[in-house]
Nanobody
């Protein structure tokens, strides 16, 4: 099992920034990719970004490309999501997820492990 705990959510004004953290524990050796997803009320869970746990090319959704940056610190078993230039459409619960699969990182059903989520609210 892999346990994931997110932190760093909150309320921010439009144009502001937040950094989310996801601390992983347990069988992290089984993880190939860490991803961030988000879910707004009444909407499906959408892909935000992903990063290979041991390094490699990152991936972003078109809606956040150029504004969000995913990174990792293997020594701390932590993945980060730096979010800049936030707008009201970014308001959602943000989830960290982990998978051992090597492809199709933008699909929620391909992730085995999920955190509890952290709320991000952007006021306009």
């Amino acid at each position: 099992q892999v346990q994931l705990v997110e932190s760093g959510g909150g309320l921010v004004q439009a144009g502001g920034s937040l950094r989310l953290s996801c601390a992983a524990s347990g069988r992290t050796y089984s993880v190939y990719v860490m991803g961030w997803f988000r879910q707004a009320p009444g909407k499906e869970r959408d892909f935000v970004a992903a990063i290979p746990w041991l390094g490699g090319r990152t991936s972003y959704s078109d809606s956040v490309k150029g504004r969000f940056t995913i990174s990792r610190d293997n020594a701390k078993n932590t993945v980060y999501l730096q979010m800049n230039s936030l707008n009201a459409e970014d308001t959602a619960v943000y989830y960290c997820a982990a998978t051992g699969l090597t492809s199709n990182w933008n699909t929620p059903r391909n992730y085995n492990y999920w955190g509890q989520g952290t709320q991000v609210t952007v006021s306009s």
